[in-house]
């Protein structure tokens, strides 16, 4: 989420709150300039990976986008260049969705060029980025409280909330949008009063309410489900919560400080480790 020097750890093999043994480190890739998210495409044969490579909030036009094999080998470092500091992705009908500061870029999978920019004059640092079934794309802006959607038309608001508490990851979960909160107030070194919790809100009514399990948790970056348990990770620490379906939480894992937007495609769990420059692919049990 930003970019601060902090003690880095390691990836915690044995897990509290799994069951079945420790989790299985699939693959590790580095080089990576501040990797903020990684997506799967919907064949599951690439990868693409934001880095920031710069300050959260800087328009330097040094962040990029790389493209992987599922296997987590490079097949393009530099796959799209020239963004500000891209972070949230989504993949829908060929084409990808990414959040860039206050820009929503749409790319199309093949070239890699930049079809359409949406820039709401009121987005102040457009966050996750989530693709809904019916293919309405939901986008967070952490620091104006607030929730966009893109109809394949136009990326209009559709949600301001201060309960959000700075939503942060988003994932579309059948009838429903989940946001990891970050919590609030917001200090300048980012740290909060009071932690982020795991929200869910009703696309038909806006509905808010909090998901069981999933209170005040931290400061929360990344959600993913993998089967019928919800992840979501703590930026700020490195811990990795597992929500289950009767609504218990668990620390499922002490990961490094500053793992950002988790991402899930099957019962893969990818890890973008930005202090380290790096990805992991790590399979739960």
């Keep these: ?52 490579h710069g300050q959260p909030g800087e328009k330097n036009a040094q962040g ?36 860039d500061i206050d820009r929503f870029l749409i790319i199309d999978l093949v070239s890699g060029e930049v079809l359409e920019q949406f820039s709401p004059p009121e987005a102040q640092f457009l966050n996750d980025v989530s693709v809904s079934d019916d293919g309405d794309v939901y986008v ?3 620091m104006g409280n607030a929730i966009y959607r893109y109809d394949g038309q136009a990326l209009t608001l559709w949600l301001e909330d201060e309960r959000l508490m700075h939503p942060n990851g988003v994932l579309a979960d059948e009838d429903s949008l989940l946001v990891a909160g970050w919590g609030a107030p917001i200090a300048a070194d980012f740290s909060t009063e009071e932690a982020g919790s795991l929200l869910r809100i009703g696309f038909q009514d806006k509905a808010l309410t909090q998901v069981a399990g999933g209170e005040q948790l931290g400061n929360l970056d990344g959600v993913a489900r993998i089967g019928d348990q919800l992840l979501a990770n703590d930026w700020m620490n490195g811990r990795l919560f597992r929500i289950t379906a009767d ?14 937007d988790i991402g899930a495609a099957g019962d893969v769990l990818y890890l973008p480790y930005m202090f380290d420059g790096e990805v992991r692919a790590v399979q739960l049990p």
């Design 1 to 52: 989420m930003m970019k601060k020097t902090l003690p880095v750890l390691t990836l915690a093999l044995a897990i509290p709150g799994l069951a079945h043994g420790d989790p299985e480190v699939m693959w590790v890739q580095s080089g990576f300039d501040q990797p903020e998210s990684v997506v799967s495409d919907a064949e599951g044969s690439h990868l693409y990976v934001s880095s920031i």
């Design 64 to 99: 990029y986008i790389s493209k992987l094999s599922n296997d987590g080998k490079v097949v393009e470092k530099h796959w799209v260049n020239g963004l500000n500091a891209p972070k949230g992705m989504g993949i829908q009908g060929g084409q990808l969705f990414v959040t």
């Design 140 to 142: 967070s802006d952490m």
């Design 247 to 260: 609504g218990q939480g668990t620390v499922a894992a002490e990961l490094a400080p500053g793992v950002a």
